[in-house]
């Protein structure tokens, strides 16, 4: 179980709300007060074998005894649940989830409002991550937000004026499918059509791709002692390490994804003009903490600054996220406040 | 004077709102009432030498003396203005905006209303524009919307579920400067920077820089007509006349300016996801009323379906705007009536 970012403490302050972000392998629970303490976490397996039903009624055990146990109980006002798509917000289902099989078209919302007698307030996963690191994170206190989560694929989420930008379809901000790349050979997302689309080039598995298709034009590269008997393998962490180590191969597929997401920044600060944006996920080759990290981002400005202009450049953050994985629950948390407020 | 596209009639409900539409050469003034409908019209010069204090004095003249007029004094509750950017939206006034040099820096919200003694509500012309087919045409009855207007440059303006995209910096929905291609010789936008992006390829001058660029590789097309002595000249319409009379050349220019459309629609609903896309200006080629219009549209709504997702595709319109010019007004109008109405 990681440490919550935001320490678990004594000292906190009613009403409370639980932030459940689901996973394809496991559901993290946390129950947070009005201020963004978080009061309990735990980290439970999905089973999505078992299916939808049998997740309700562990969910719903796990919130009974931890609000006996810390005292919560009667004082939680709602519950916030994030989920991986895709989804149909309106009707509080999802839709032919590849990570979650069994729970297509299964009324969660409802059965989960049901099983705890309380309002489910039902989010993306990305936008609760976003809604996150808005709340509490590199976006705090501000009016507008982008996070763009770099990892196994590419996620985003939009904050305008304090509104989550769901969208219509349910698709709101799924800022991995813009295009930054309009050659006749771009590559694919994983989804098998989206060509030429943000996914394919700043994901884990875009960046591996990448990285797989230049070692050919850098025989000295260390990346090659990284490929297994099949020419398989090699992933974004080990290219990160390449880099850390000052391998040239390595160093250059950071400035390739940095410039791919300087494209995709501007195309998005034109669209929506947030005044942040901010980067989560695994997939920030090392983030803030490391030079090759701080490179990273040197790039992302350096690409956006030369796209848009001098007075939006300057009115523009970019910067790293900084509540980790615990964005997800956090954001579902305080989603649920935010519609708890709402008349 | 081109005839309001909600007729003037004598039936109408207050209180009122003037839609001030400012552009480089003309000021377009509607009084408007509570249900859309147009009571007067005006299209009045900038007169941009005489400065913008010359401006408020004429529109503050217009004003009385539409009210005596049309007896609706005392029953204008707001006045709504929209103008060509770039702009500081908190600030009310345009900062360098090429259209109208005299105005830079100039109060032009505080002195419009010390003048008027009512409220102005202040916005970008193409978010105006938005907001004219959101409250009035193509968007009428959604909760969210794009605009494309396709014109001497692209603007854009967002709508999300009722609230307009303003953005941070003033800068919001700025759909002309998103990236639709990414390859090192892509044109760029009028501005000098911005290579490859949306303005480049689908506004007037784009496609008329780009039938300019082929005419070499079509000997035979009537296009080769259009130049002048000096090898210049050549407009849009001149491609639509082309197109409309059959010419392959000018043909290939409104399939590659679609899928360029689709390429960037793709883009900004993976984004906001609002259900709605409407094209507006006059670079629509002929628009539904023309088959080279309709020709256009298909090939835009067959580029965003091979890169969206089935159920995005059934669940976004594309089509085109209804009310033509008269959307800047309008919608400023409509803008004026919702920030009248908010508390």
Redesign the interface.
């Given at each position: 179980m990681p440490a919550p970012s935001s320490p678990i403490t004594q000292k906190h302050t009613p009403p409370y709300y639980w932030g459940i972000d689901i996973g394809g392998t496991s559901m993290k629970c946390g129950l947070v007060d009005h201020e963004g303490h978080t009061v309990s976490f735990e980290q439970i397996p999905t089973e999505e074998a078992a299916g939808p039903q049998a997740a309700v009624k562990r969910l719903t055990k796990l919130m009974v005894e931890t609000e006996q146990r810390t005292g919560t109980t009667g004082l939680v006002k709602r519950i916030g649940m994030g989920a991986p798509g895709?989804m149909d917000l309106p009707r509080g289902l999802l839709?032919a989830p590849p990570q979650l099989p069994t729970w297509n078209d299964f009324p969660i919302v409802s059965r989960l409002s049901e099983a705890t007698g309380r309002g489910v307030s039902f989010l993306n996963d990305a936008n609760a991550a976003a809604y996150g690191e808005f709340w509490l994170g590199s976006g705090a206190k501000q009016?507008?937000m982008i996070l763009l989560t770099l990892g196994t694929g590419v996620g985003g989420g939009?904050i305008?004026?304090n509104?989550l930008?769901?969208?219509?379809?349910?698709?709101?901000?799924?800022?991995g499918?813009?295009?930054?790349?309009?050659?006749p050979d771009a590559q694919l997302c994983g989804?098998g059509?989206?060509?030429?689309?943000l996914e394919a080039y700043a994901s884990a598995t875009g960046v591996a791709t990448i990285a797989r298709s230049r070692l050919q034009t850098a025989p000295d590269s260390q990346l090659h002692r990284c490929l297994d008997a099949e020419g398989e393998g090699l992933t974004s962490k080990q290219v990160h390490d390449a880099a850390v180590a000052g391998d040239q191969l390595a160093l250059s597929i950071v400035d390739e994804t940095a410039r791919w997401l300087g494209?995709a920044i501007?195309?998005?600060?034109?669209?929506?003009?947030?005044?942040?944006v901010v980067l989560g996920g695994a997939m920030d080759f090392g983030g803030a903490e490391c030079p090759v990290g701080k490179r990273f981002l040197d790039g992302i400005r350096s690409e956006f600054r030369?796209?848009?202009?001098p007075?939006?450049y300057a009115?523009?953050t970019i910067r790293f996220a900084t509540l980790g994985s615990d964005a997800g629950y956090l954001g579902a948390a305080g989603y649920a406040k935010k519609e708890a407020a709402t008349p």
């Open positions: 895709p839709v009016s507008s939009i305008v004026e509104e930008l769901n969208g219509v379809n349910s698709f709101g901000s799924e800022c499918h813009i295009l930054v790349d309009s050659a989804w059509g989206g060509r030429g689309q494209i501007t195309t998005l600060v034109h669209t929506v003009d947030p005044g942040n030369e796209r848009t202009f007075n939006v009115g523009t």
